[in-house]
């Protein structure tokens, strides 16, 4: 895999007259990266292919907890075939009863409870395909289950004749939702209600006419096509919404406030309505972010605030302007928290973080914040298929959230307390080597064992594994790489191979490769100092044959010089170029590079002064290396005092306690 697109990447490259520079990306470790090349260059689509049309109605009911929807759809046929059934995304029926596939799955360690105290559903009590002279009902067709499968969200709706290539139908539908107590993503608790997968949804058409339709599960959710939705909402007067997209027109009737929300180019629609939010609205740019918290979180609101201007701006110059005008950022109640940590179209929820006043120097309500904002982007404007291939959603995610994190608070990303400095990506590095061994990274959602699984190789080891990427081959490399990726593939639902073919053309063959590995071959590596050793020098003694006599040369007092030699050993499928630094005793440091191709490297040394300690990787950039322990030794016989790694590994160990009290 990977090499088969290729032509895609560059064919999307070119098609503008981008010139795609020669990939330079082999160079070793801190060798002067190419000349950058200007991502504003890259075609990037400014609308996606527009598929559906969602006008729809929703009236909530606050206290039974409902939501009774109608409205119509219009969907076109953008495959190259015709078909003769629809796929809806019935997702609420998560919540329905215990034979539900997400109620089945024997999934830990992740998010999400195993039984709602309320259940819920969601009913279609009308769908009517509307033609020129004819009306169909289709609400009795829908097939609902499989056979020996009692789940029911995902629904075939056979139709009654073939709908052409480039056809669009129209359907009006009427729906009932009963929200479950919060759980995983949506529900209630008390009178704060998040509305999201609510909706009727037509599962996405690939070119092939087959639908990628799919049950909803703990571990993966998003793949739809993109559209226009306008939707009118009707709440209580009291209560406060957030939705996708601007607020076009609001009225008050009967007591009840009745909203339109309308966006373009986006791929779903959620809200939230409560009673007790707090409000406030900044315009960042040209995009206006409102923030609803819960009242007295004024400190927690200024923080998530304070990331959003970081992250609009940093992400604009790395992965393209976000195009929408509103950003919504939604911090749920405390008892609500599993509606947090959540992303939806020009929508976020952030989550509680333990109390409003947790400490500045615990970033999790910023690292919460900017992770989310990020799936506006891989999520939102990239839109890769996340039950497919959810590490291109959550793991360049996650890499591209470490990174901004660092821009932004250094090395104390995730903790900077007391003088305790904990960094985003090195948590994450931990957790990817304790999944490295167990599964692919590059596999479904629901292949994933456990959610431990999951979260470590999706979110952690996709992370590390490029932000290691970004260590060894250079910063201007990697955002060339991410950038061109980000902008290439705007609305057009890319697949892997498009990832490593864009790294093929913008950082290198091997860099590629190495990718390719780490993702579908559960490559591994292992740096480590096999053995070293140090000497004095001597002239040479021993048997001399000169001029055709033999003599004995004894053995003379040692020169003020040493030598050595340090045998530096890679273990594993992936290989990285690192460097070697040799340590002697008066704190004299050399680096020799290695391209790290072989299994093995015998460096040689030769100095004034005894060689002490040897260090392979000593700027930490290989992430994924399986036992940093194993990447220093000193020479026998020398002293342990000043190890220059002792803080290092303090701060190590730091970072494993973190790791576990994370989420």
Do not use: C
């Not at 950058?36 to 049309?53: F, G, R, T, W, Y």
């Amino acid at each position: 895999m990977g090499v088969a697109n290729g032509t895609r990447v560059l064919t999307l490259l070119t098609a503008f007259g981008f010139a795609v520079a020669p990939a330079h990306g082999d160079a070793p470790a801190g060798a002067t990266s190419p000349a950058a090349v200007s991502l504003a260059a890259v075609p990037m689509l400014e609308h996606p292919e527009k598929i559906v049309d969602y006008t729809l109605h929703a009236k909530l009911d606050e206290i039974a907890h409902t939501v009774h929807g109608e409205g119509t759809i219009a969907w076109r046929n953008a495959s190259n075939e015709s078909v003769r059934e629809l796929w809806l995304h019935l997702y609420l029926n998560a919540f329905k009863n215990q034979s539900s596939a997400f109620m089945r799955a024997p999934i830990g360690g992740f998010r999400g409870v195993t039984v709602p105290p309320e259940w819920g559903t969601i009913d279609v009590g009308r769908l009517t395909l509307v033609d020129a002279h004819e009306r169909t009902e289709l609400g009795p067709k829908i097939e609902t289950k499989r056979a020996g499968d009692d789940d029911e969200t995902d629904a075939r709706v056979p139709l009654p004749r073939d709908v052409l290539p480039g056809e669009t139908i129209t359907l009006e539908v009427e729906w009932d939702d009963k929200l479950p107590t919060i759980v995983e993503r949506t529900g209630h608790d008390g009178s704060f209600h998040m509305v999201a997968q609510w909706f009727p949804k037509i599962a996405a058409i690939e070119k092939n006419g087959t639908f990628a339709h799919f049950p909803f599960h703990h571990l993966g959710e998003f793949y739809a096509d993109f559209g226009r939705f306008d939707v009118t909402l009707n709440v209580p007067s009291a209560y406060v919404v957030g939705a996708t997209g601007p607020l076009v027109e609001q009225r008050t009737e009967e007591g009840r406030r009745i909203l339109r929300h309308v966006q373009d180019d986006v791929h779903d629609f959620a809200w939230t309505a409560w009673d007790k939010f707090e409000t406030r609205t900044e315009q960042m740019g040209n995009v206006l972010v409102n923030m609803l918290y819960p009242r007295g979180n004024n400190a927690i609101a200024d923080r998530e605030l304070a990331t959003i201007r970081f992250a609009i701006p940093h992400y604009r110059e790395r992965y393209g302007t976000y195009p929408y005008s509103v950003l919504t950022v939604v911090h749920p109640p405390a008892t609500a928290s599993e509606a947090g940590g959540m992303e939806y179209p020009t929508l976020i929820t952030t989550g509680d973080h333990g109390a409003p006043w947790i400490p500045r120097g615990i970033l999790d309500p910023e690292l919460t914040t900017m992770h989310e904002f990020g799936h506006q982007y891989f999520y939102g404007l990239i839109a890769s298929n996340e039950d497919k291939w959810p590490f291109l959603d959550e793991g360049l995610n996650t890499y591209a959230e470490a990174e901004a994190m660092g821009a932004w608070r250094g090395y104390g990303s995730m903790v900077d307390l007391f003088g305790l400095r904990v960094s985003d990506i090195n948590v994450h590095a931990e957790g990817a080597r304790r999944f490295g061994h167990d599964a692919k990274i590059a596999q479904p959602a629901d292949a994933f064992t456990t959610g431990s699984a999951y979260g470590g190789l999706v979110y952690s080891r996709t992370g590390a594994l490029l932000e290691t990427l970004r260590r060894v081959y250079g910063d201007d490399v990697m955002q060339r790489a991410m950038g061109t990726y980000a902008r290439a593939f705007r609305f057009r639902h890319p697949t892997p191979d498009d990832l490593v073919a864009t790294f093929r053309t913008t950082m290198g063959e091997r860099a590629a490769e190495t990718l390719q590995t780490a993702l579908f071959d559960k490559g591994w590596v292992d740096y480590t100092i096999t053995s070293m050793s140090s000497h004095p020098e001597h002239a040479p003694w021993g048997i001399f044959d000169v001029d055709g006599k033999r003599e004995t040369v004894p053995r003379g007092a040692p020169s003020n010089r040493s030598s050595g030699w340090a045998l530096v050993t890679r273990r594993g499928t992936l290989s990285f170029p690192v460097e070697i630094e040799m340590i002697a005793e008066d704190g004299t440091r050399t680096r020799v590079p290695w391209d790290g191709e072989g299994e093995s490297i015998r460096v040689p040394y030769n100095g004034t002064s005894p060689l002490r300690m040897v260090i392979v990787d000593p700027e930490s950039r290989v992430l994924l290396d399986e036992s940093p322990e194993n990447n220093f030794a000193r020479a026998p016989g020398t002293r342990a005092a000043g190890a220059p790694r002792t803080l290092e590994r303090a701060t190590y160990f730091a970072e494993l306690v973190m790791g576990a009290l994370s989420p």
